[in-house]
């Protein structure tokens, strides 16, 4: 019986110290611990020891190998034996051995350790840890496109790889890299490098055979001019941005797919965002003072393309260097900004200040709905309806893409979701259709006003300083709002009736041809003060009107302010409104005192802008609602066309 047997036949379970499992296991254990020998010898003043990596594992392979490493398998295997003690099925021999004392085996002898077997560093994936594998298939398939060109260290070596394929590929890298006790934060830094991408911003090649596509790749040599442009980005990448991915629309999405097309279209933002730099090529342009001239700047795509990335170059017709950010500034490192020639050049072109740019690059969301509708309706598009699909990222919505439906319906839907996802969007009814407060369409946002932006200070607007009262929404009755109703009069009739210092300003209102005494212009209306005169007035209006009566319509109309807020010290506004007009159904003078009744109102105008000036301020910045009453003004909602 072996002297490793006890009681009868129950063999000893040795510590596995073969080639195959012994001295794996020791060398895996050599390279866990080898950053904390590293930082022991640091310590200890003899690093220099550790610097000559030869010499490091030779010794390491004569530990192993030798008395010490057997010595330390034994002191494993008394390690296993008190952690699996406690449930009664392992027992210690005496030697050190792991014993199964239910199982009988025939003897045997523990399989000595070979001689001069060399440490090998991981070379397979199957050594990662878990965690950095998650990370790894985290970040592909959540982080990065569908499908990616694999660059070459030069460039022209190219591969197309599916995500899976990229998964592979980066755990490979990983695993020849010293990646043993990273931290976790380590680990996916170190994820986040090796899986850098370039992405290209172009205009497609006009005319036949036009640019590469997916569907060609294999006889992409057929065309030269397609092909030339996908080495050319690929070299930049790789040469002049250290990247081995790239991602360009045109060969890297299988439009044959639905499915596909639809992820891509929802996802182009963030891959933009991303990216570790968007190479922007200009194929019209061969210097900067020609840039503002390039087709680039008119198509629809790219204005997300220009919005999104944190970091972009822009290279000329011949692909050399044109521009590229600024350095990022120590305080703000993440925002974008290009030098003042080029930004010039983007500002012709799009009307796009610096400060906007600095806006998109520090927050998405932060440029307001209707600038980003007003510089989308000045672009073309092919499909009208990627006049709406463009601009999902920007504002960050998501809709299904469905060609065929139109311009009108897809932008509809693109509003409604808006208006169903995000808690602040007033500035959606910023707009010049006079009469809808949802245009027909996006090309009514031309005309929007600047009146709320806040650019300067880097702020999106005005409008989305505090939240609705109440829940915006649209219905088939048309845009359920919220609305404070302020009584105008109209000059021409009352300005005599109204006593002196009662109204400070006059008003003109924008409205159908039937408003007005002549086809000269809009009519002009007074806004009372918020004093007791003017409560005196509201308060004898009635009596007063029934004298005169009410035989021409328009006489008092209604401003029904949209950009107001509720707060424990009552109803408040700015002194710059955006409003929507009423007239009064009924041919009588309304009772302002009592309260006029909404069912009475009918919707005059689209959203309309008005800035008071603060020396004249009427008053109306902070109302109770006994204020309200006594100057004719209520709190109601309504559905709006």
Not at 293 to 312: I, K
Not at 360 to 384: D, H, K, N, Y
Not at 415 to 440: A, C, G, Q, W, Y
Not at 605 to 625: A, D, K, R, T
Request: net charge negative; charged share 20%.
């Amino acid at each position: 019986m072996s002297k490793h047997q006890v009681n009868g036949n129950n063999p000893a379970v040795s510590i596995p110290t073969s080639n195959a499992h012994g001295l794996a296991l020791l060398a895996g254990l050599v390279g866990f611990i080898r950053p904390y020998i590293n930082m022991y010898a640091t310590a200890a003043g003899v690093s220099h020891a550790l610097q000559d990596c030869v010499d490091f594992d030779s010794r390491a392979e004569r530990l192993c190998s030798g008395t010490q490493g057997h010595e330390l398998l034994s002191a494993l295997g008394k390690f296993f034996q008190e952690l699996a003690a406690p449930n009664g099925d392992i027992a210690d021999n005496g030697g050190g051995k792991l014993v199964a004392p239910d199982k009988a085996v025939p003897d045997q002898e523990p399989i000595p350790v070979e001689q001069h077997v060399s440490i090998a560093k991981p070379i397979t994936t199957e050594y990662l840890s878990q965690t950095i594998v998650n990370q790894v298939h985290q970040h592909i398939f959540n982080k990065m496109p569908i499908r990616m060109l694999a660059i070459g260290s030069n460039g022209p070596q190219l591969r197309l790889l599916e995500r899976s394929e990229i998964v592979e590929e980066i755990k490979s890298r990983i695993s020849r890299k010293r990646w043993q006790g990273l931290r976790e934060y380590e680990s996916l830094a170190l994820v986040e490098e090796l899986a850098r991408y370039a992405i290209l911003s172009h205009t497609w090649l006009r005319g036949k055979p036009g640019d590469v596509v997916y569907g060609n790749w294999k006889e992409r040599e057929l065309n030269p001019e397609g092909n030339s442009k996908i080495v050319e980005f690929c070299m930049a990448a790789a040469r002049n941005h250290g990247v081995v991915y790239g991602w360009m629309d045109t060969v890297c999405i299988d439009k044959s797919s639905s499915a596909e097309l639809d992820e891509s279209i929802r996802s182009m933002y963030w891959w933009y965002r991303q990216s570790h730099v968007c190479i922007t090529y200009l194929g019209d342009t061969a210097a900067i003072p020609d840039m503002h001239r390039d087709a680039w700047f008119t198509r629809g795509w790219t204005l997300q393309e220009l919005l999104a990335p944190r970091n972009m170059v822009f290279y000329s017709k011949d692909w050399t260097l044109l521009s590229q950010n600024d350095e990022p500034m120590e305080v703000y490192p993440d925002i974008k900004t290009f030098p003042k020639a080029t930004q010039s050049q983007i500002f012709q072109a799009t009307t796009i200040e610096s400060e906007e740019l600095e806006m998109c690059s520090m927050e998405l969301g932060l440029l307001p709905i209707s600038r980003v509708f007003q510089l989308a309706c000045r672009r073309t598009v092919t499909r009208e309806e990627d006049r709406v699909y463009s601009l999902m990222g920007l504002l960050g919505t998501s809709i299904p893409a469905a060609y065929g439906e139109g311009l009108p319906a897809a932008f509809k839907r693109l509003v409604r979701e808006i208006m169903v996802t995000k808690t602040i969007f007033l500035d959606v009814f910023n707009h010049s259709d006079l009469d809808r407060l949802i245009p027909r369409s996006i090309s009514k946002y031309e005309n929007r006003s600047p009146l709320f932006d806040q650019t300067s200070s880097r702020w999106s607007t005005e409008l989305h300083i505090m939240q609705s009262i109440e829940p915006i929404s649209m219905t088939h009755l048309g845009v359920h709002i919220p609305i404070l109703l302020v009584p105008l009069f109209q000059k021409i009739v009352y300005d005599a009736r109204i006593p002196l210092g009662a109204c400070p300003n006059s008003i003109n209102i924008p409205a159908p041809p039937e408003w007005y005494y002549s086809n000269d212009g809009p009519a002009e209306y007074l806004l009372l003060n918020n004093n007791l005169i003017s409560a005196d007035f509201i308060a004898n209006f009635y009596r007063a009107g029934k004298r005169y009566g009410m035989d021409k319509k328009y006489k008092v109309i209604f401003c029904g302010i949209l950009n107001f807020w509720k707060s424990d010290s009552g109803y408040q506004t700015s002194n710059r409104w955006l409003y929507v007009s009423f007239a009064f159904g009924s041919r009588y003078a309304p009772n302002l005192a009592t309260g006029v009744d909404a069912r009475d109102l009918i919707q005059s105008s689209g959203p309309l802008v008005l800035s008071l000036p603060s020396e004249h301020s009427p008053g109306y910045e902070n109302m109770q609602e006994q204020d309200l009453r006594r100057m004719g003004m209520k709190f109601t909602t309504l559905h709006l066309q």
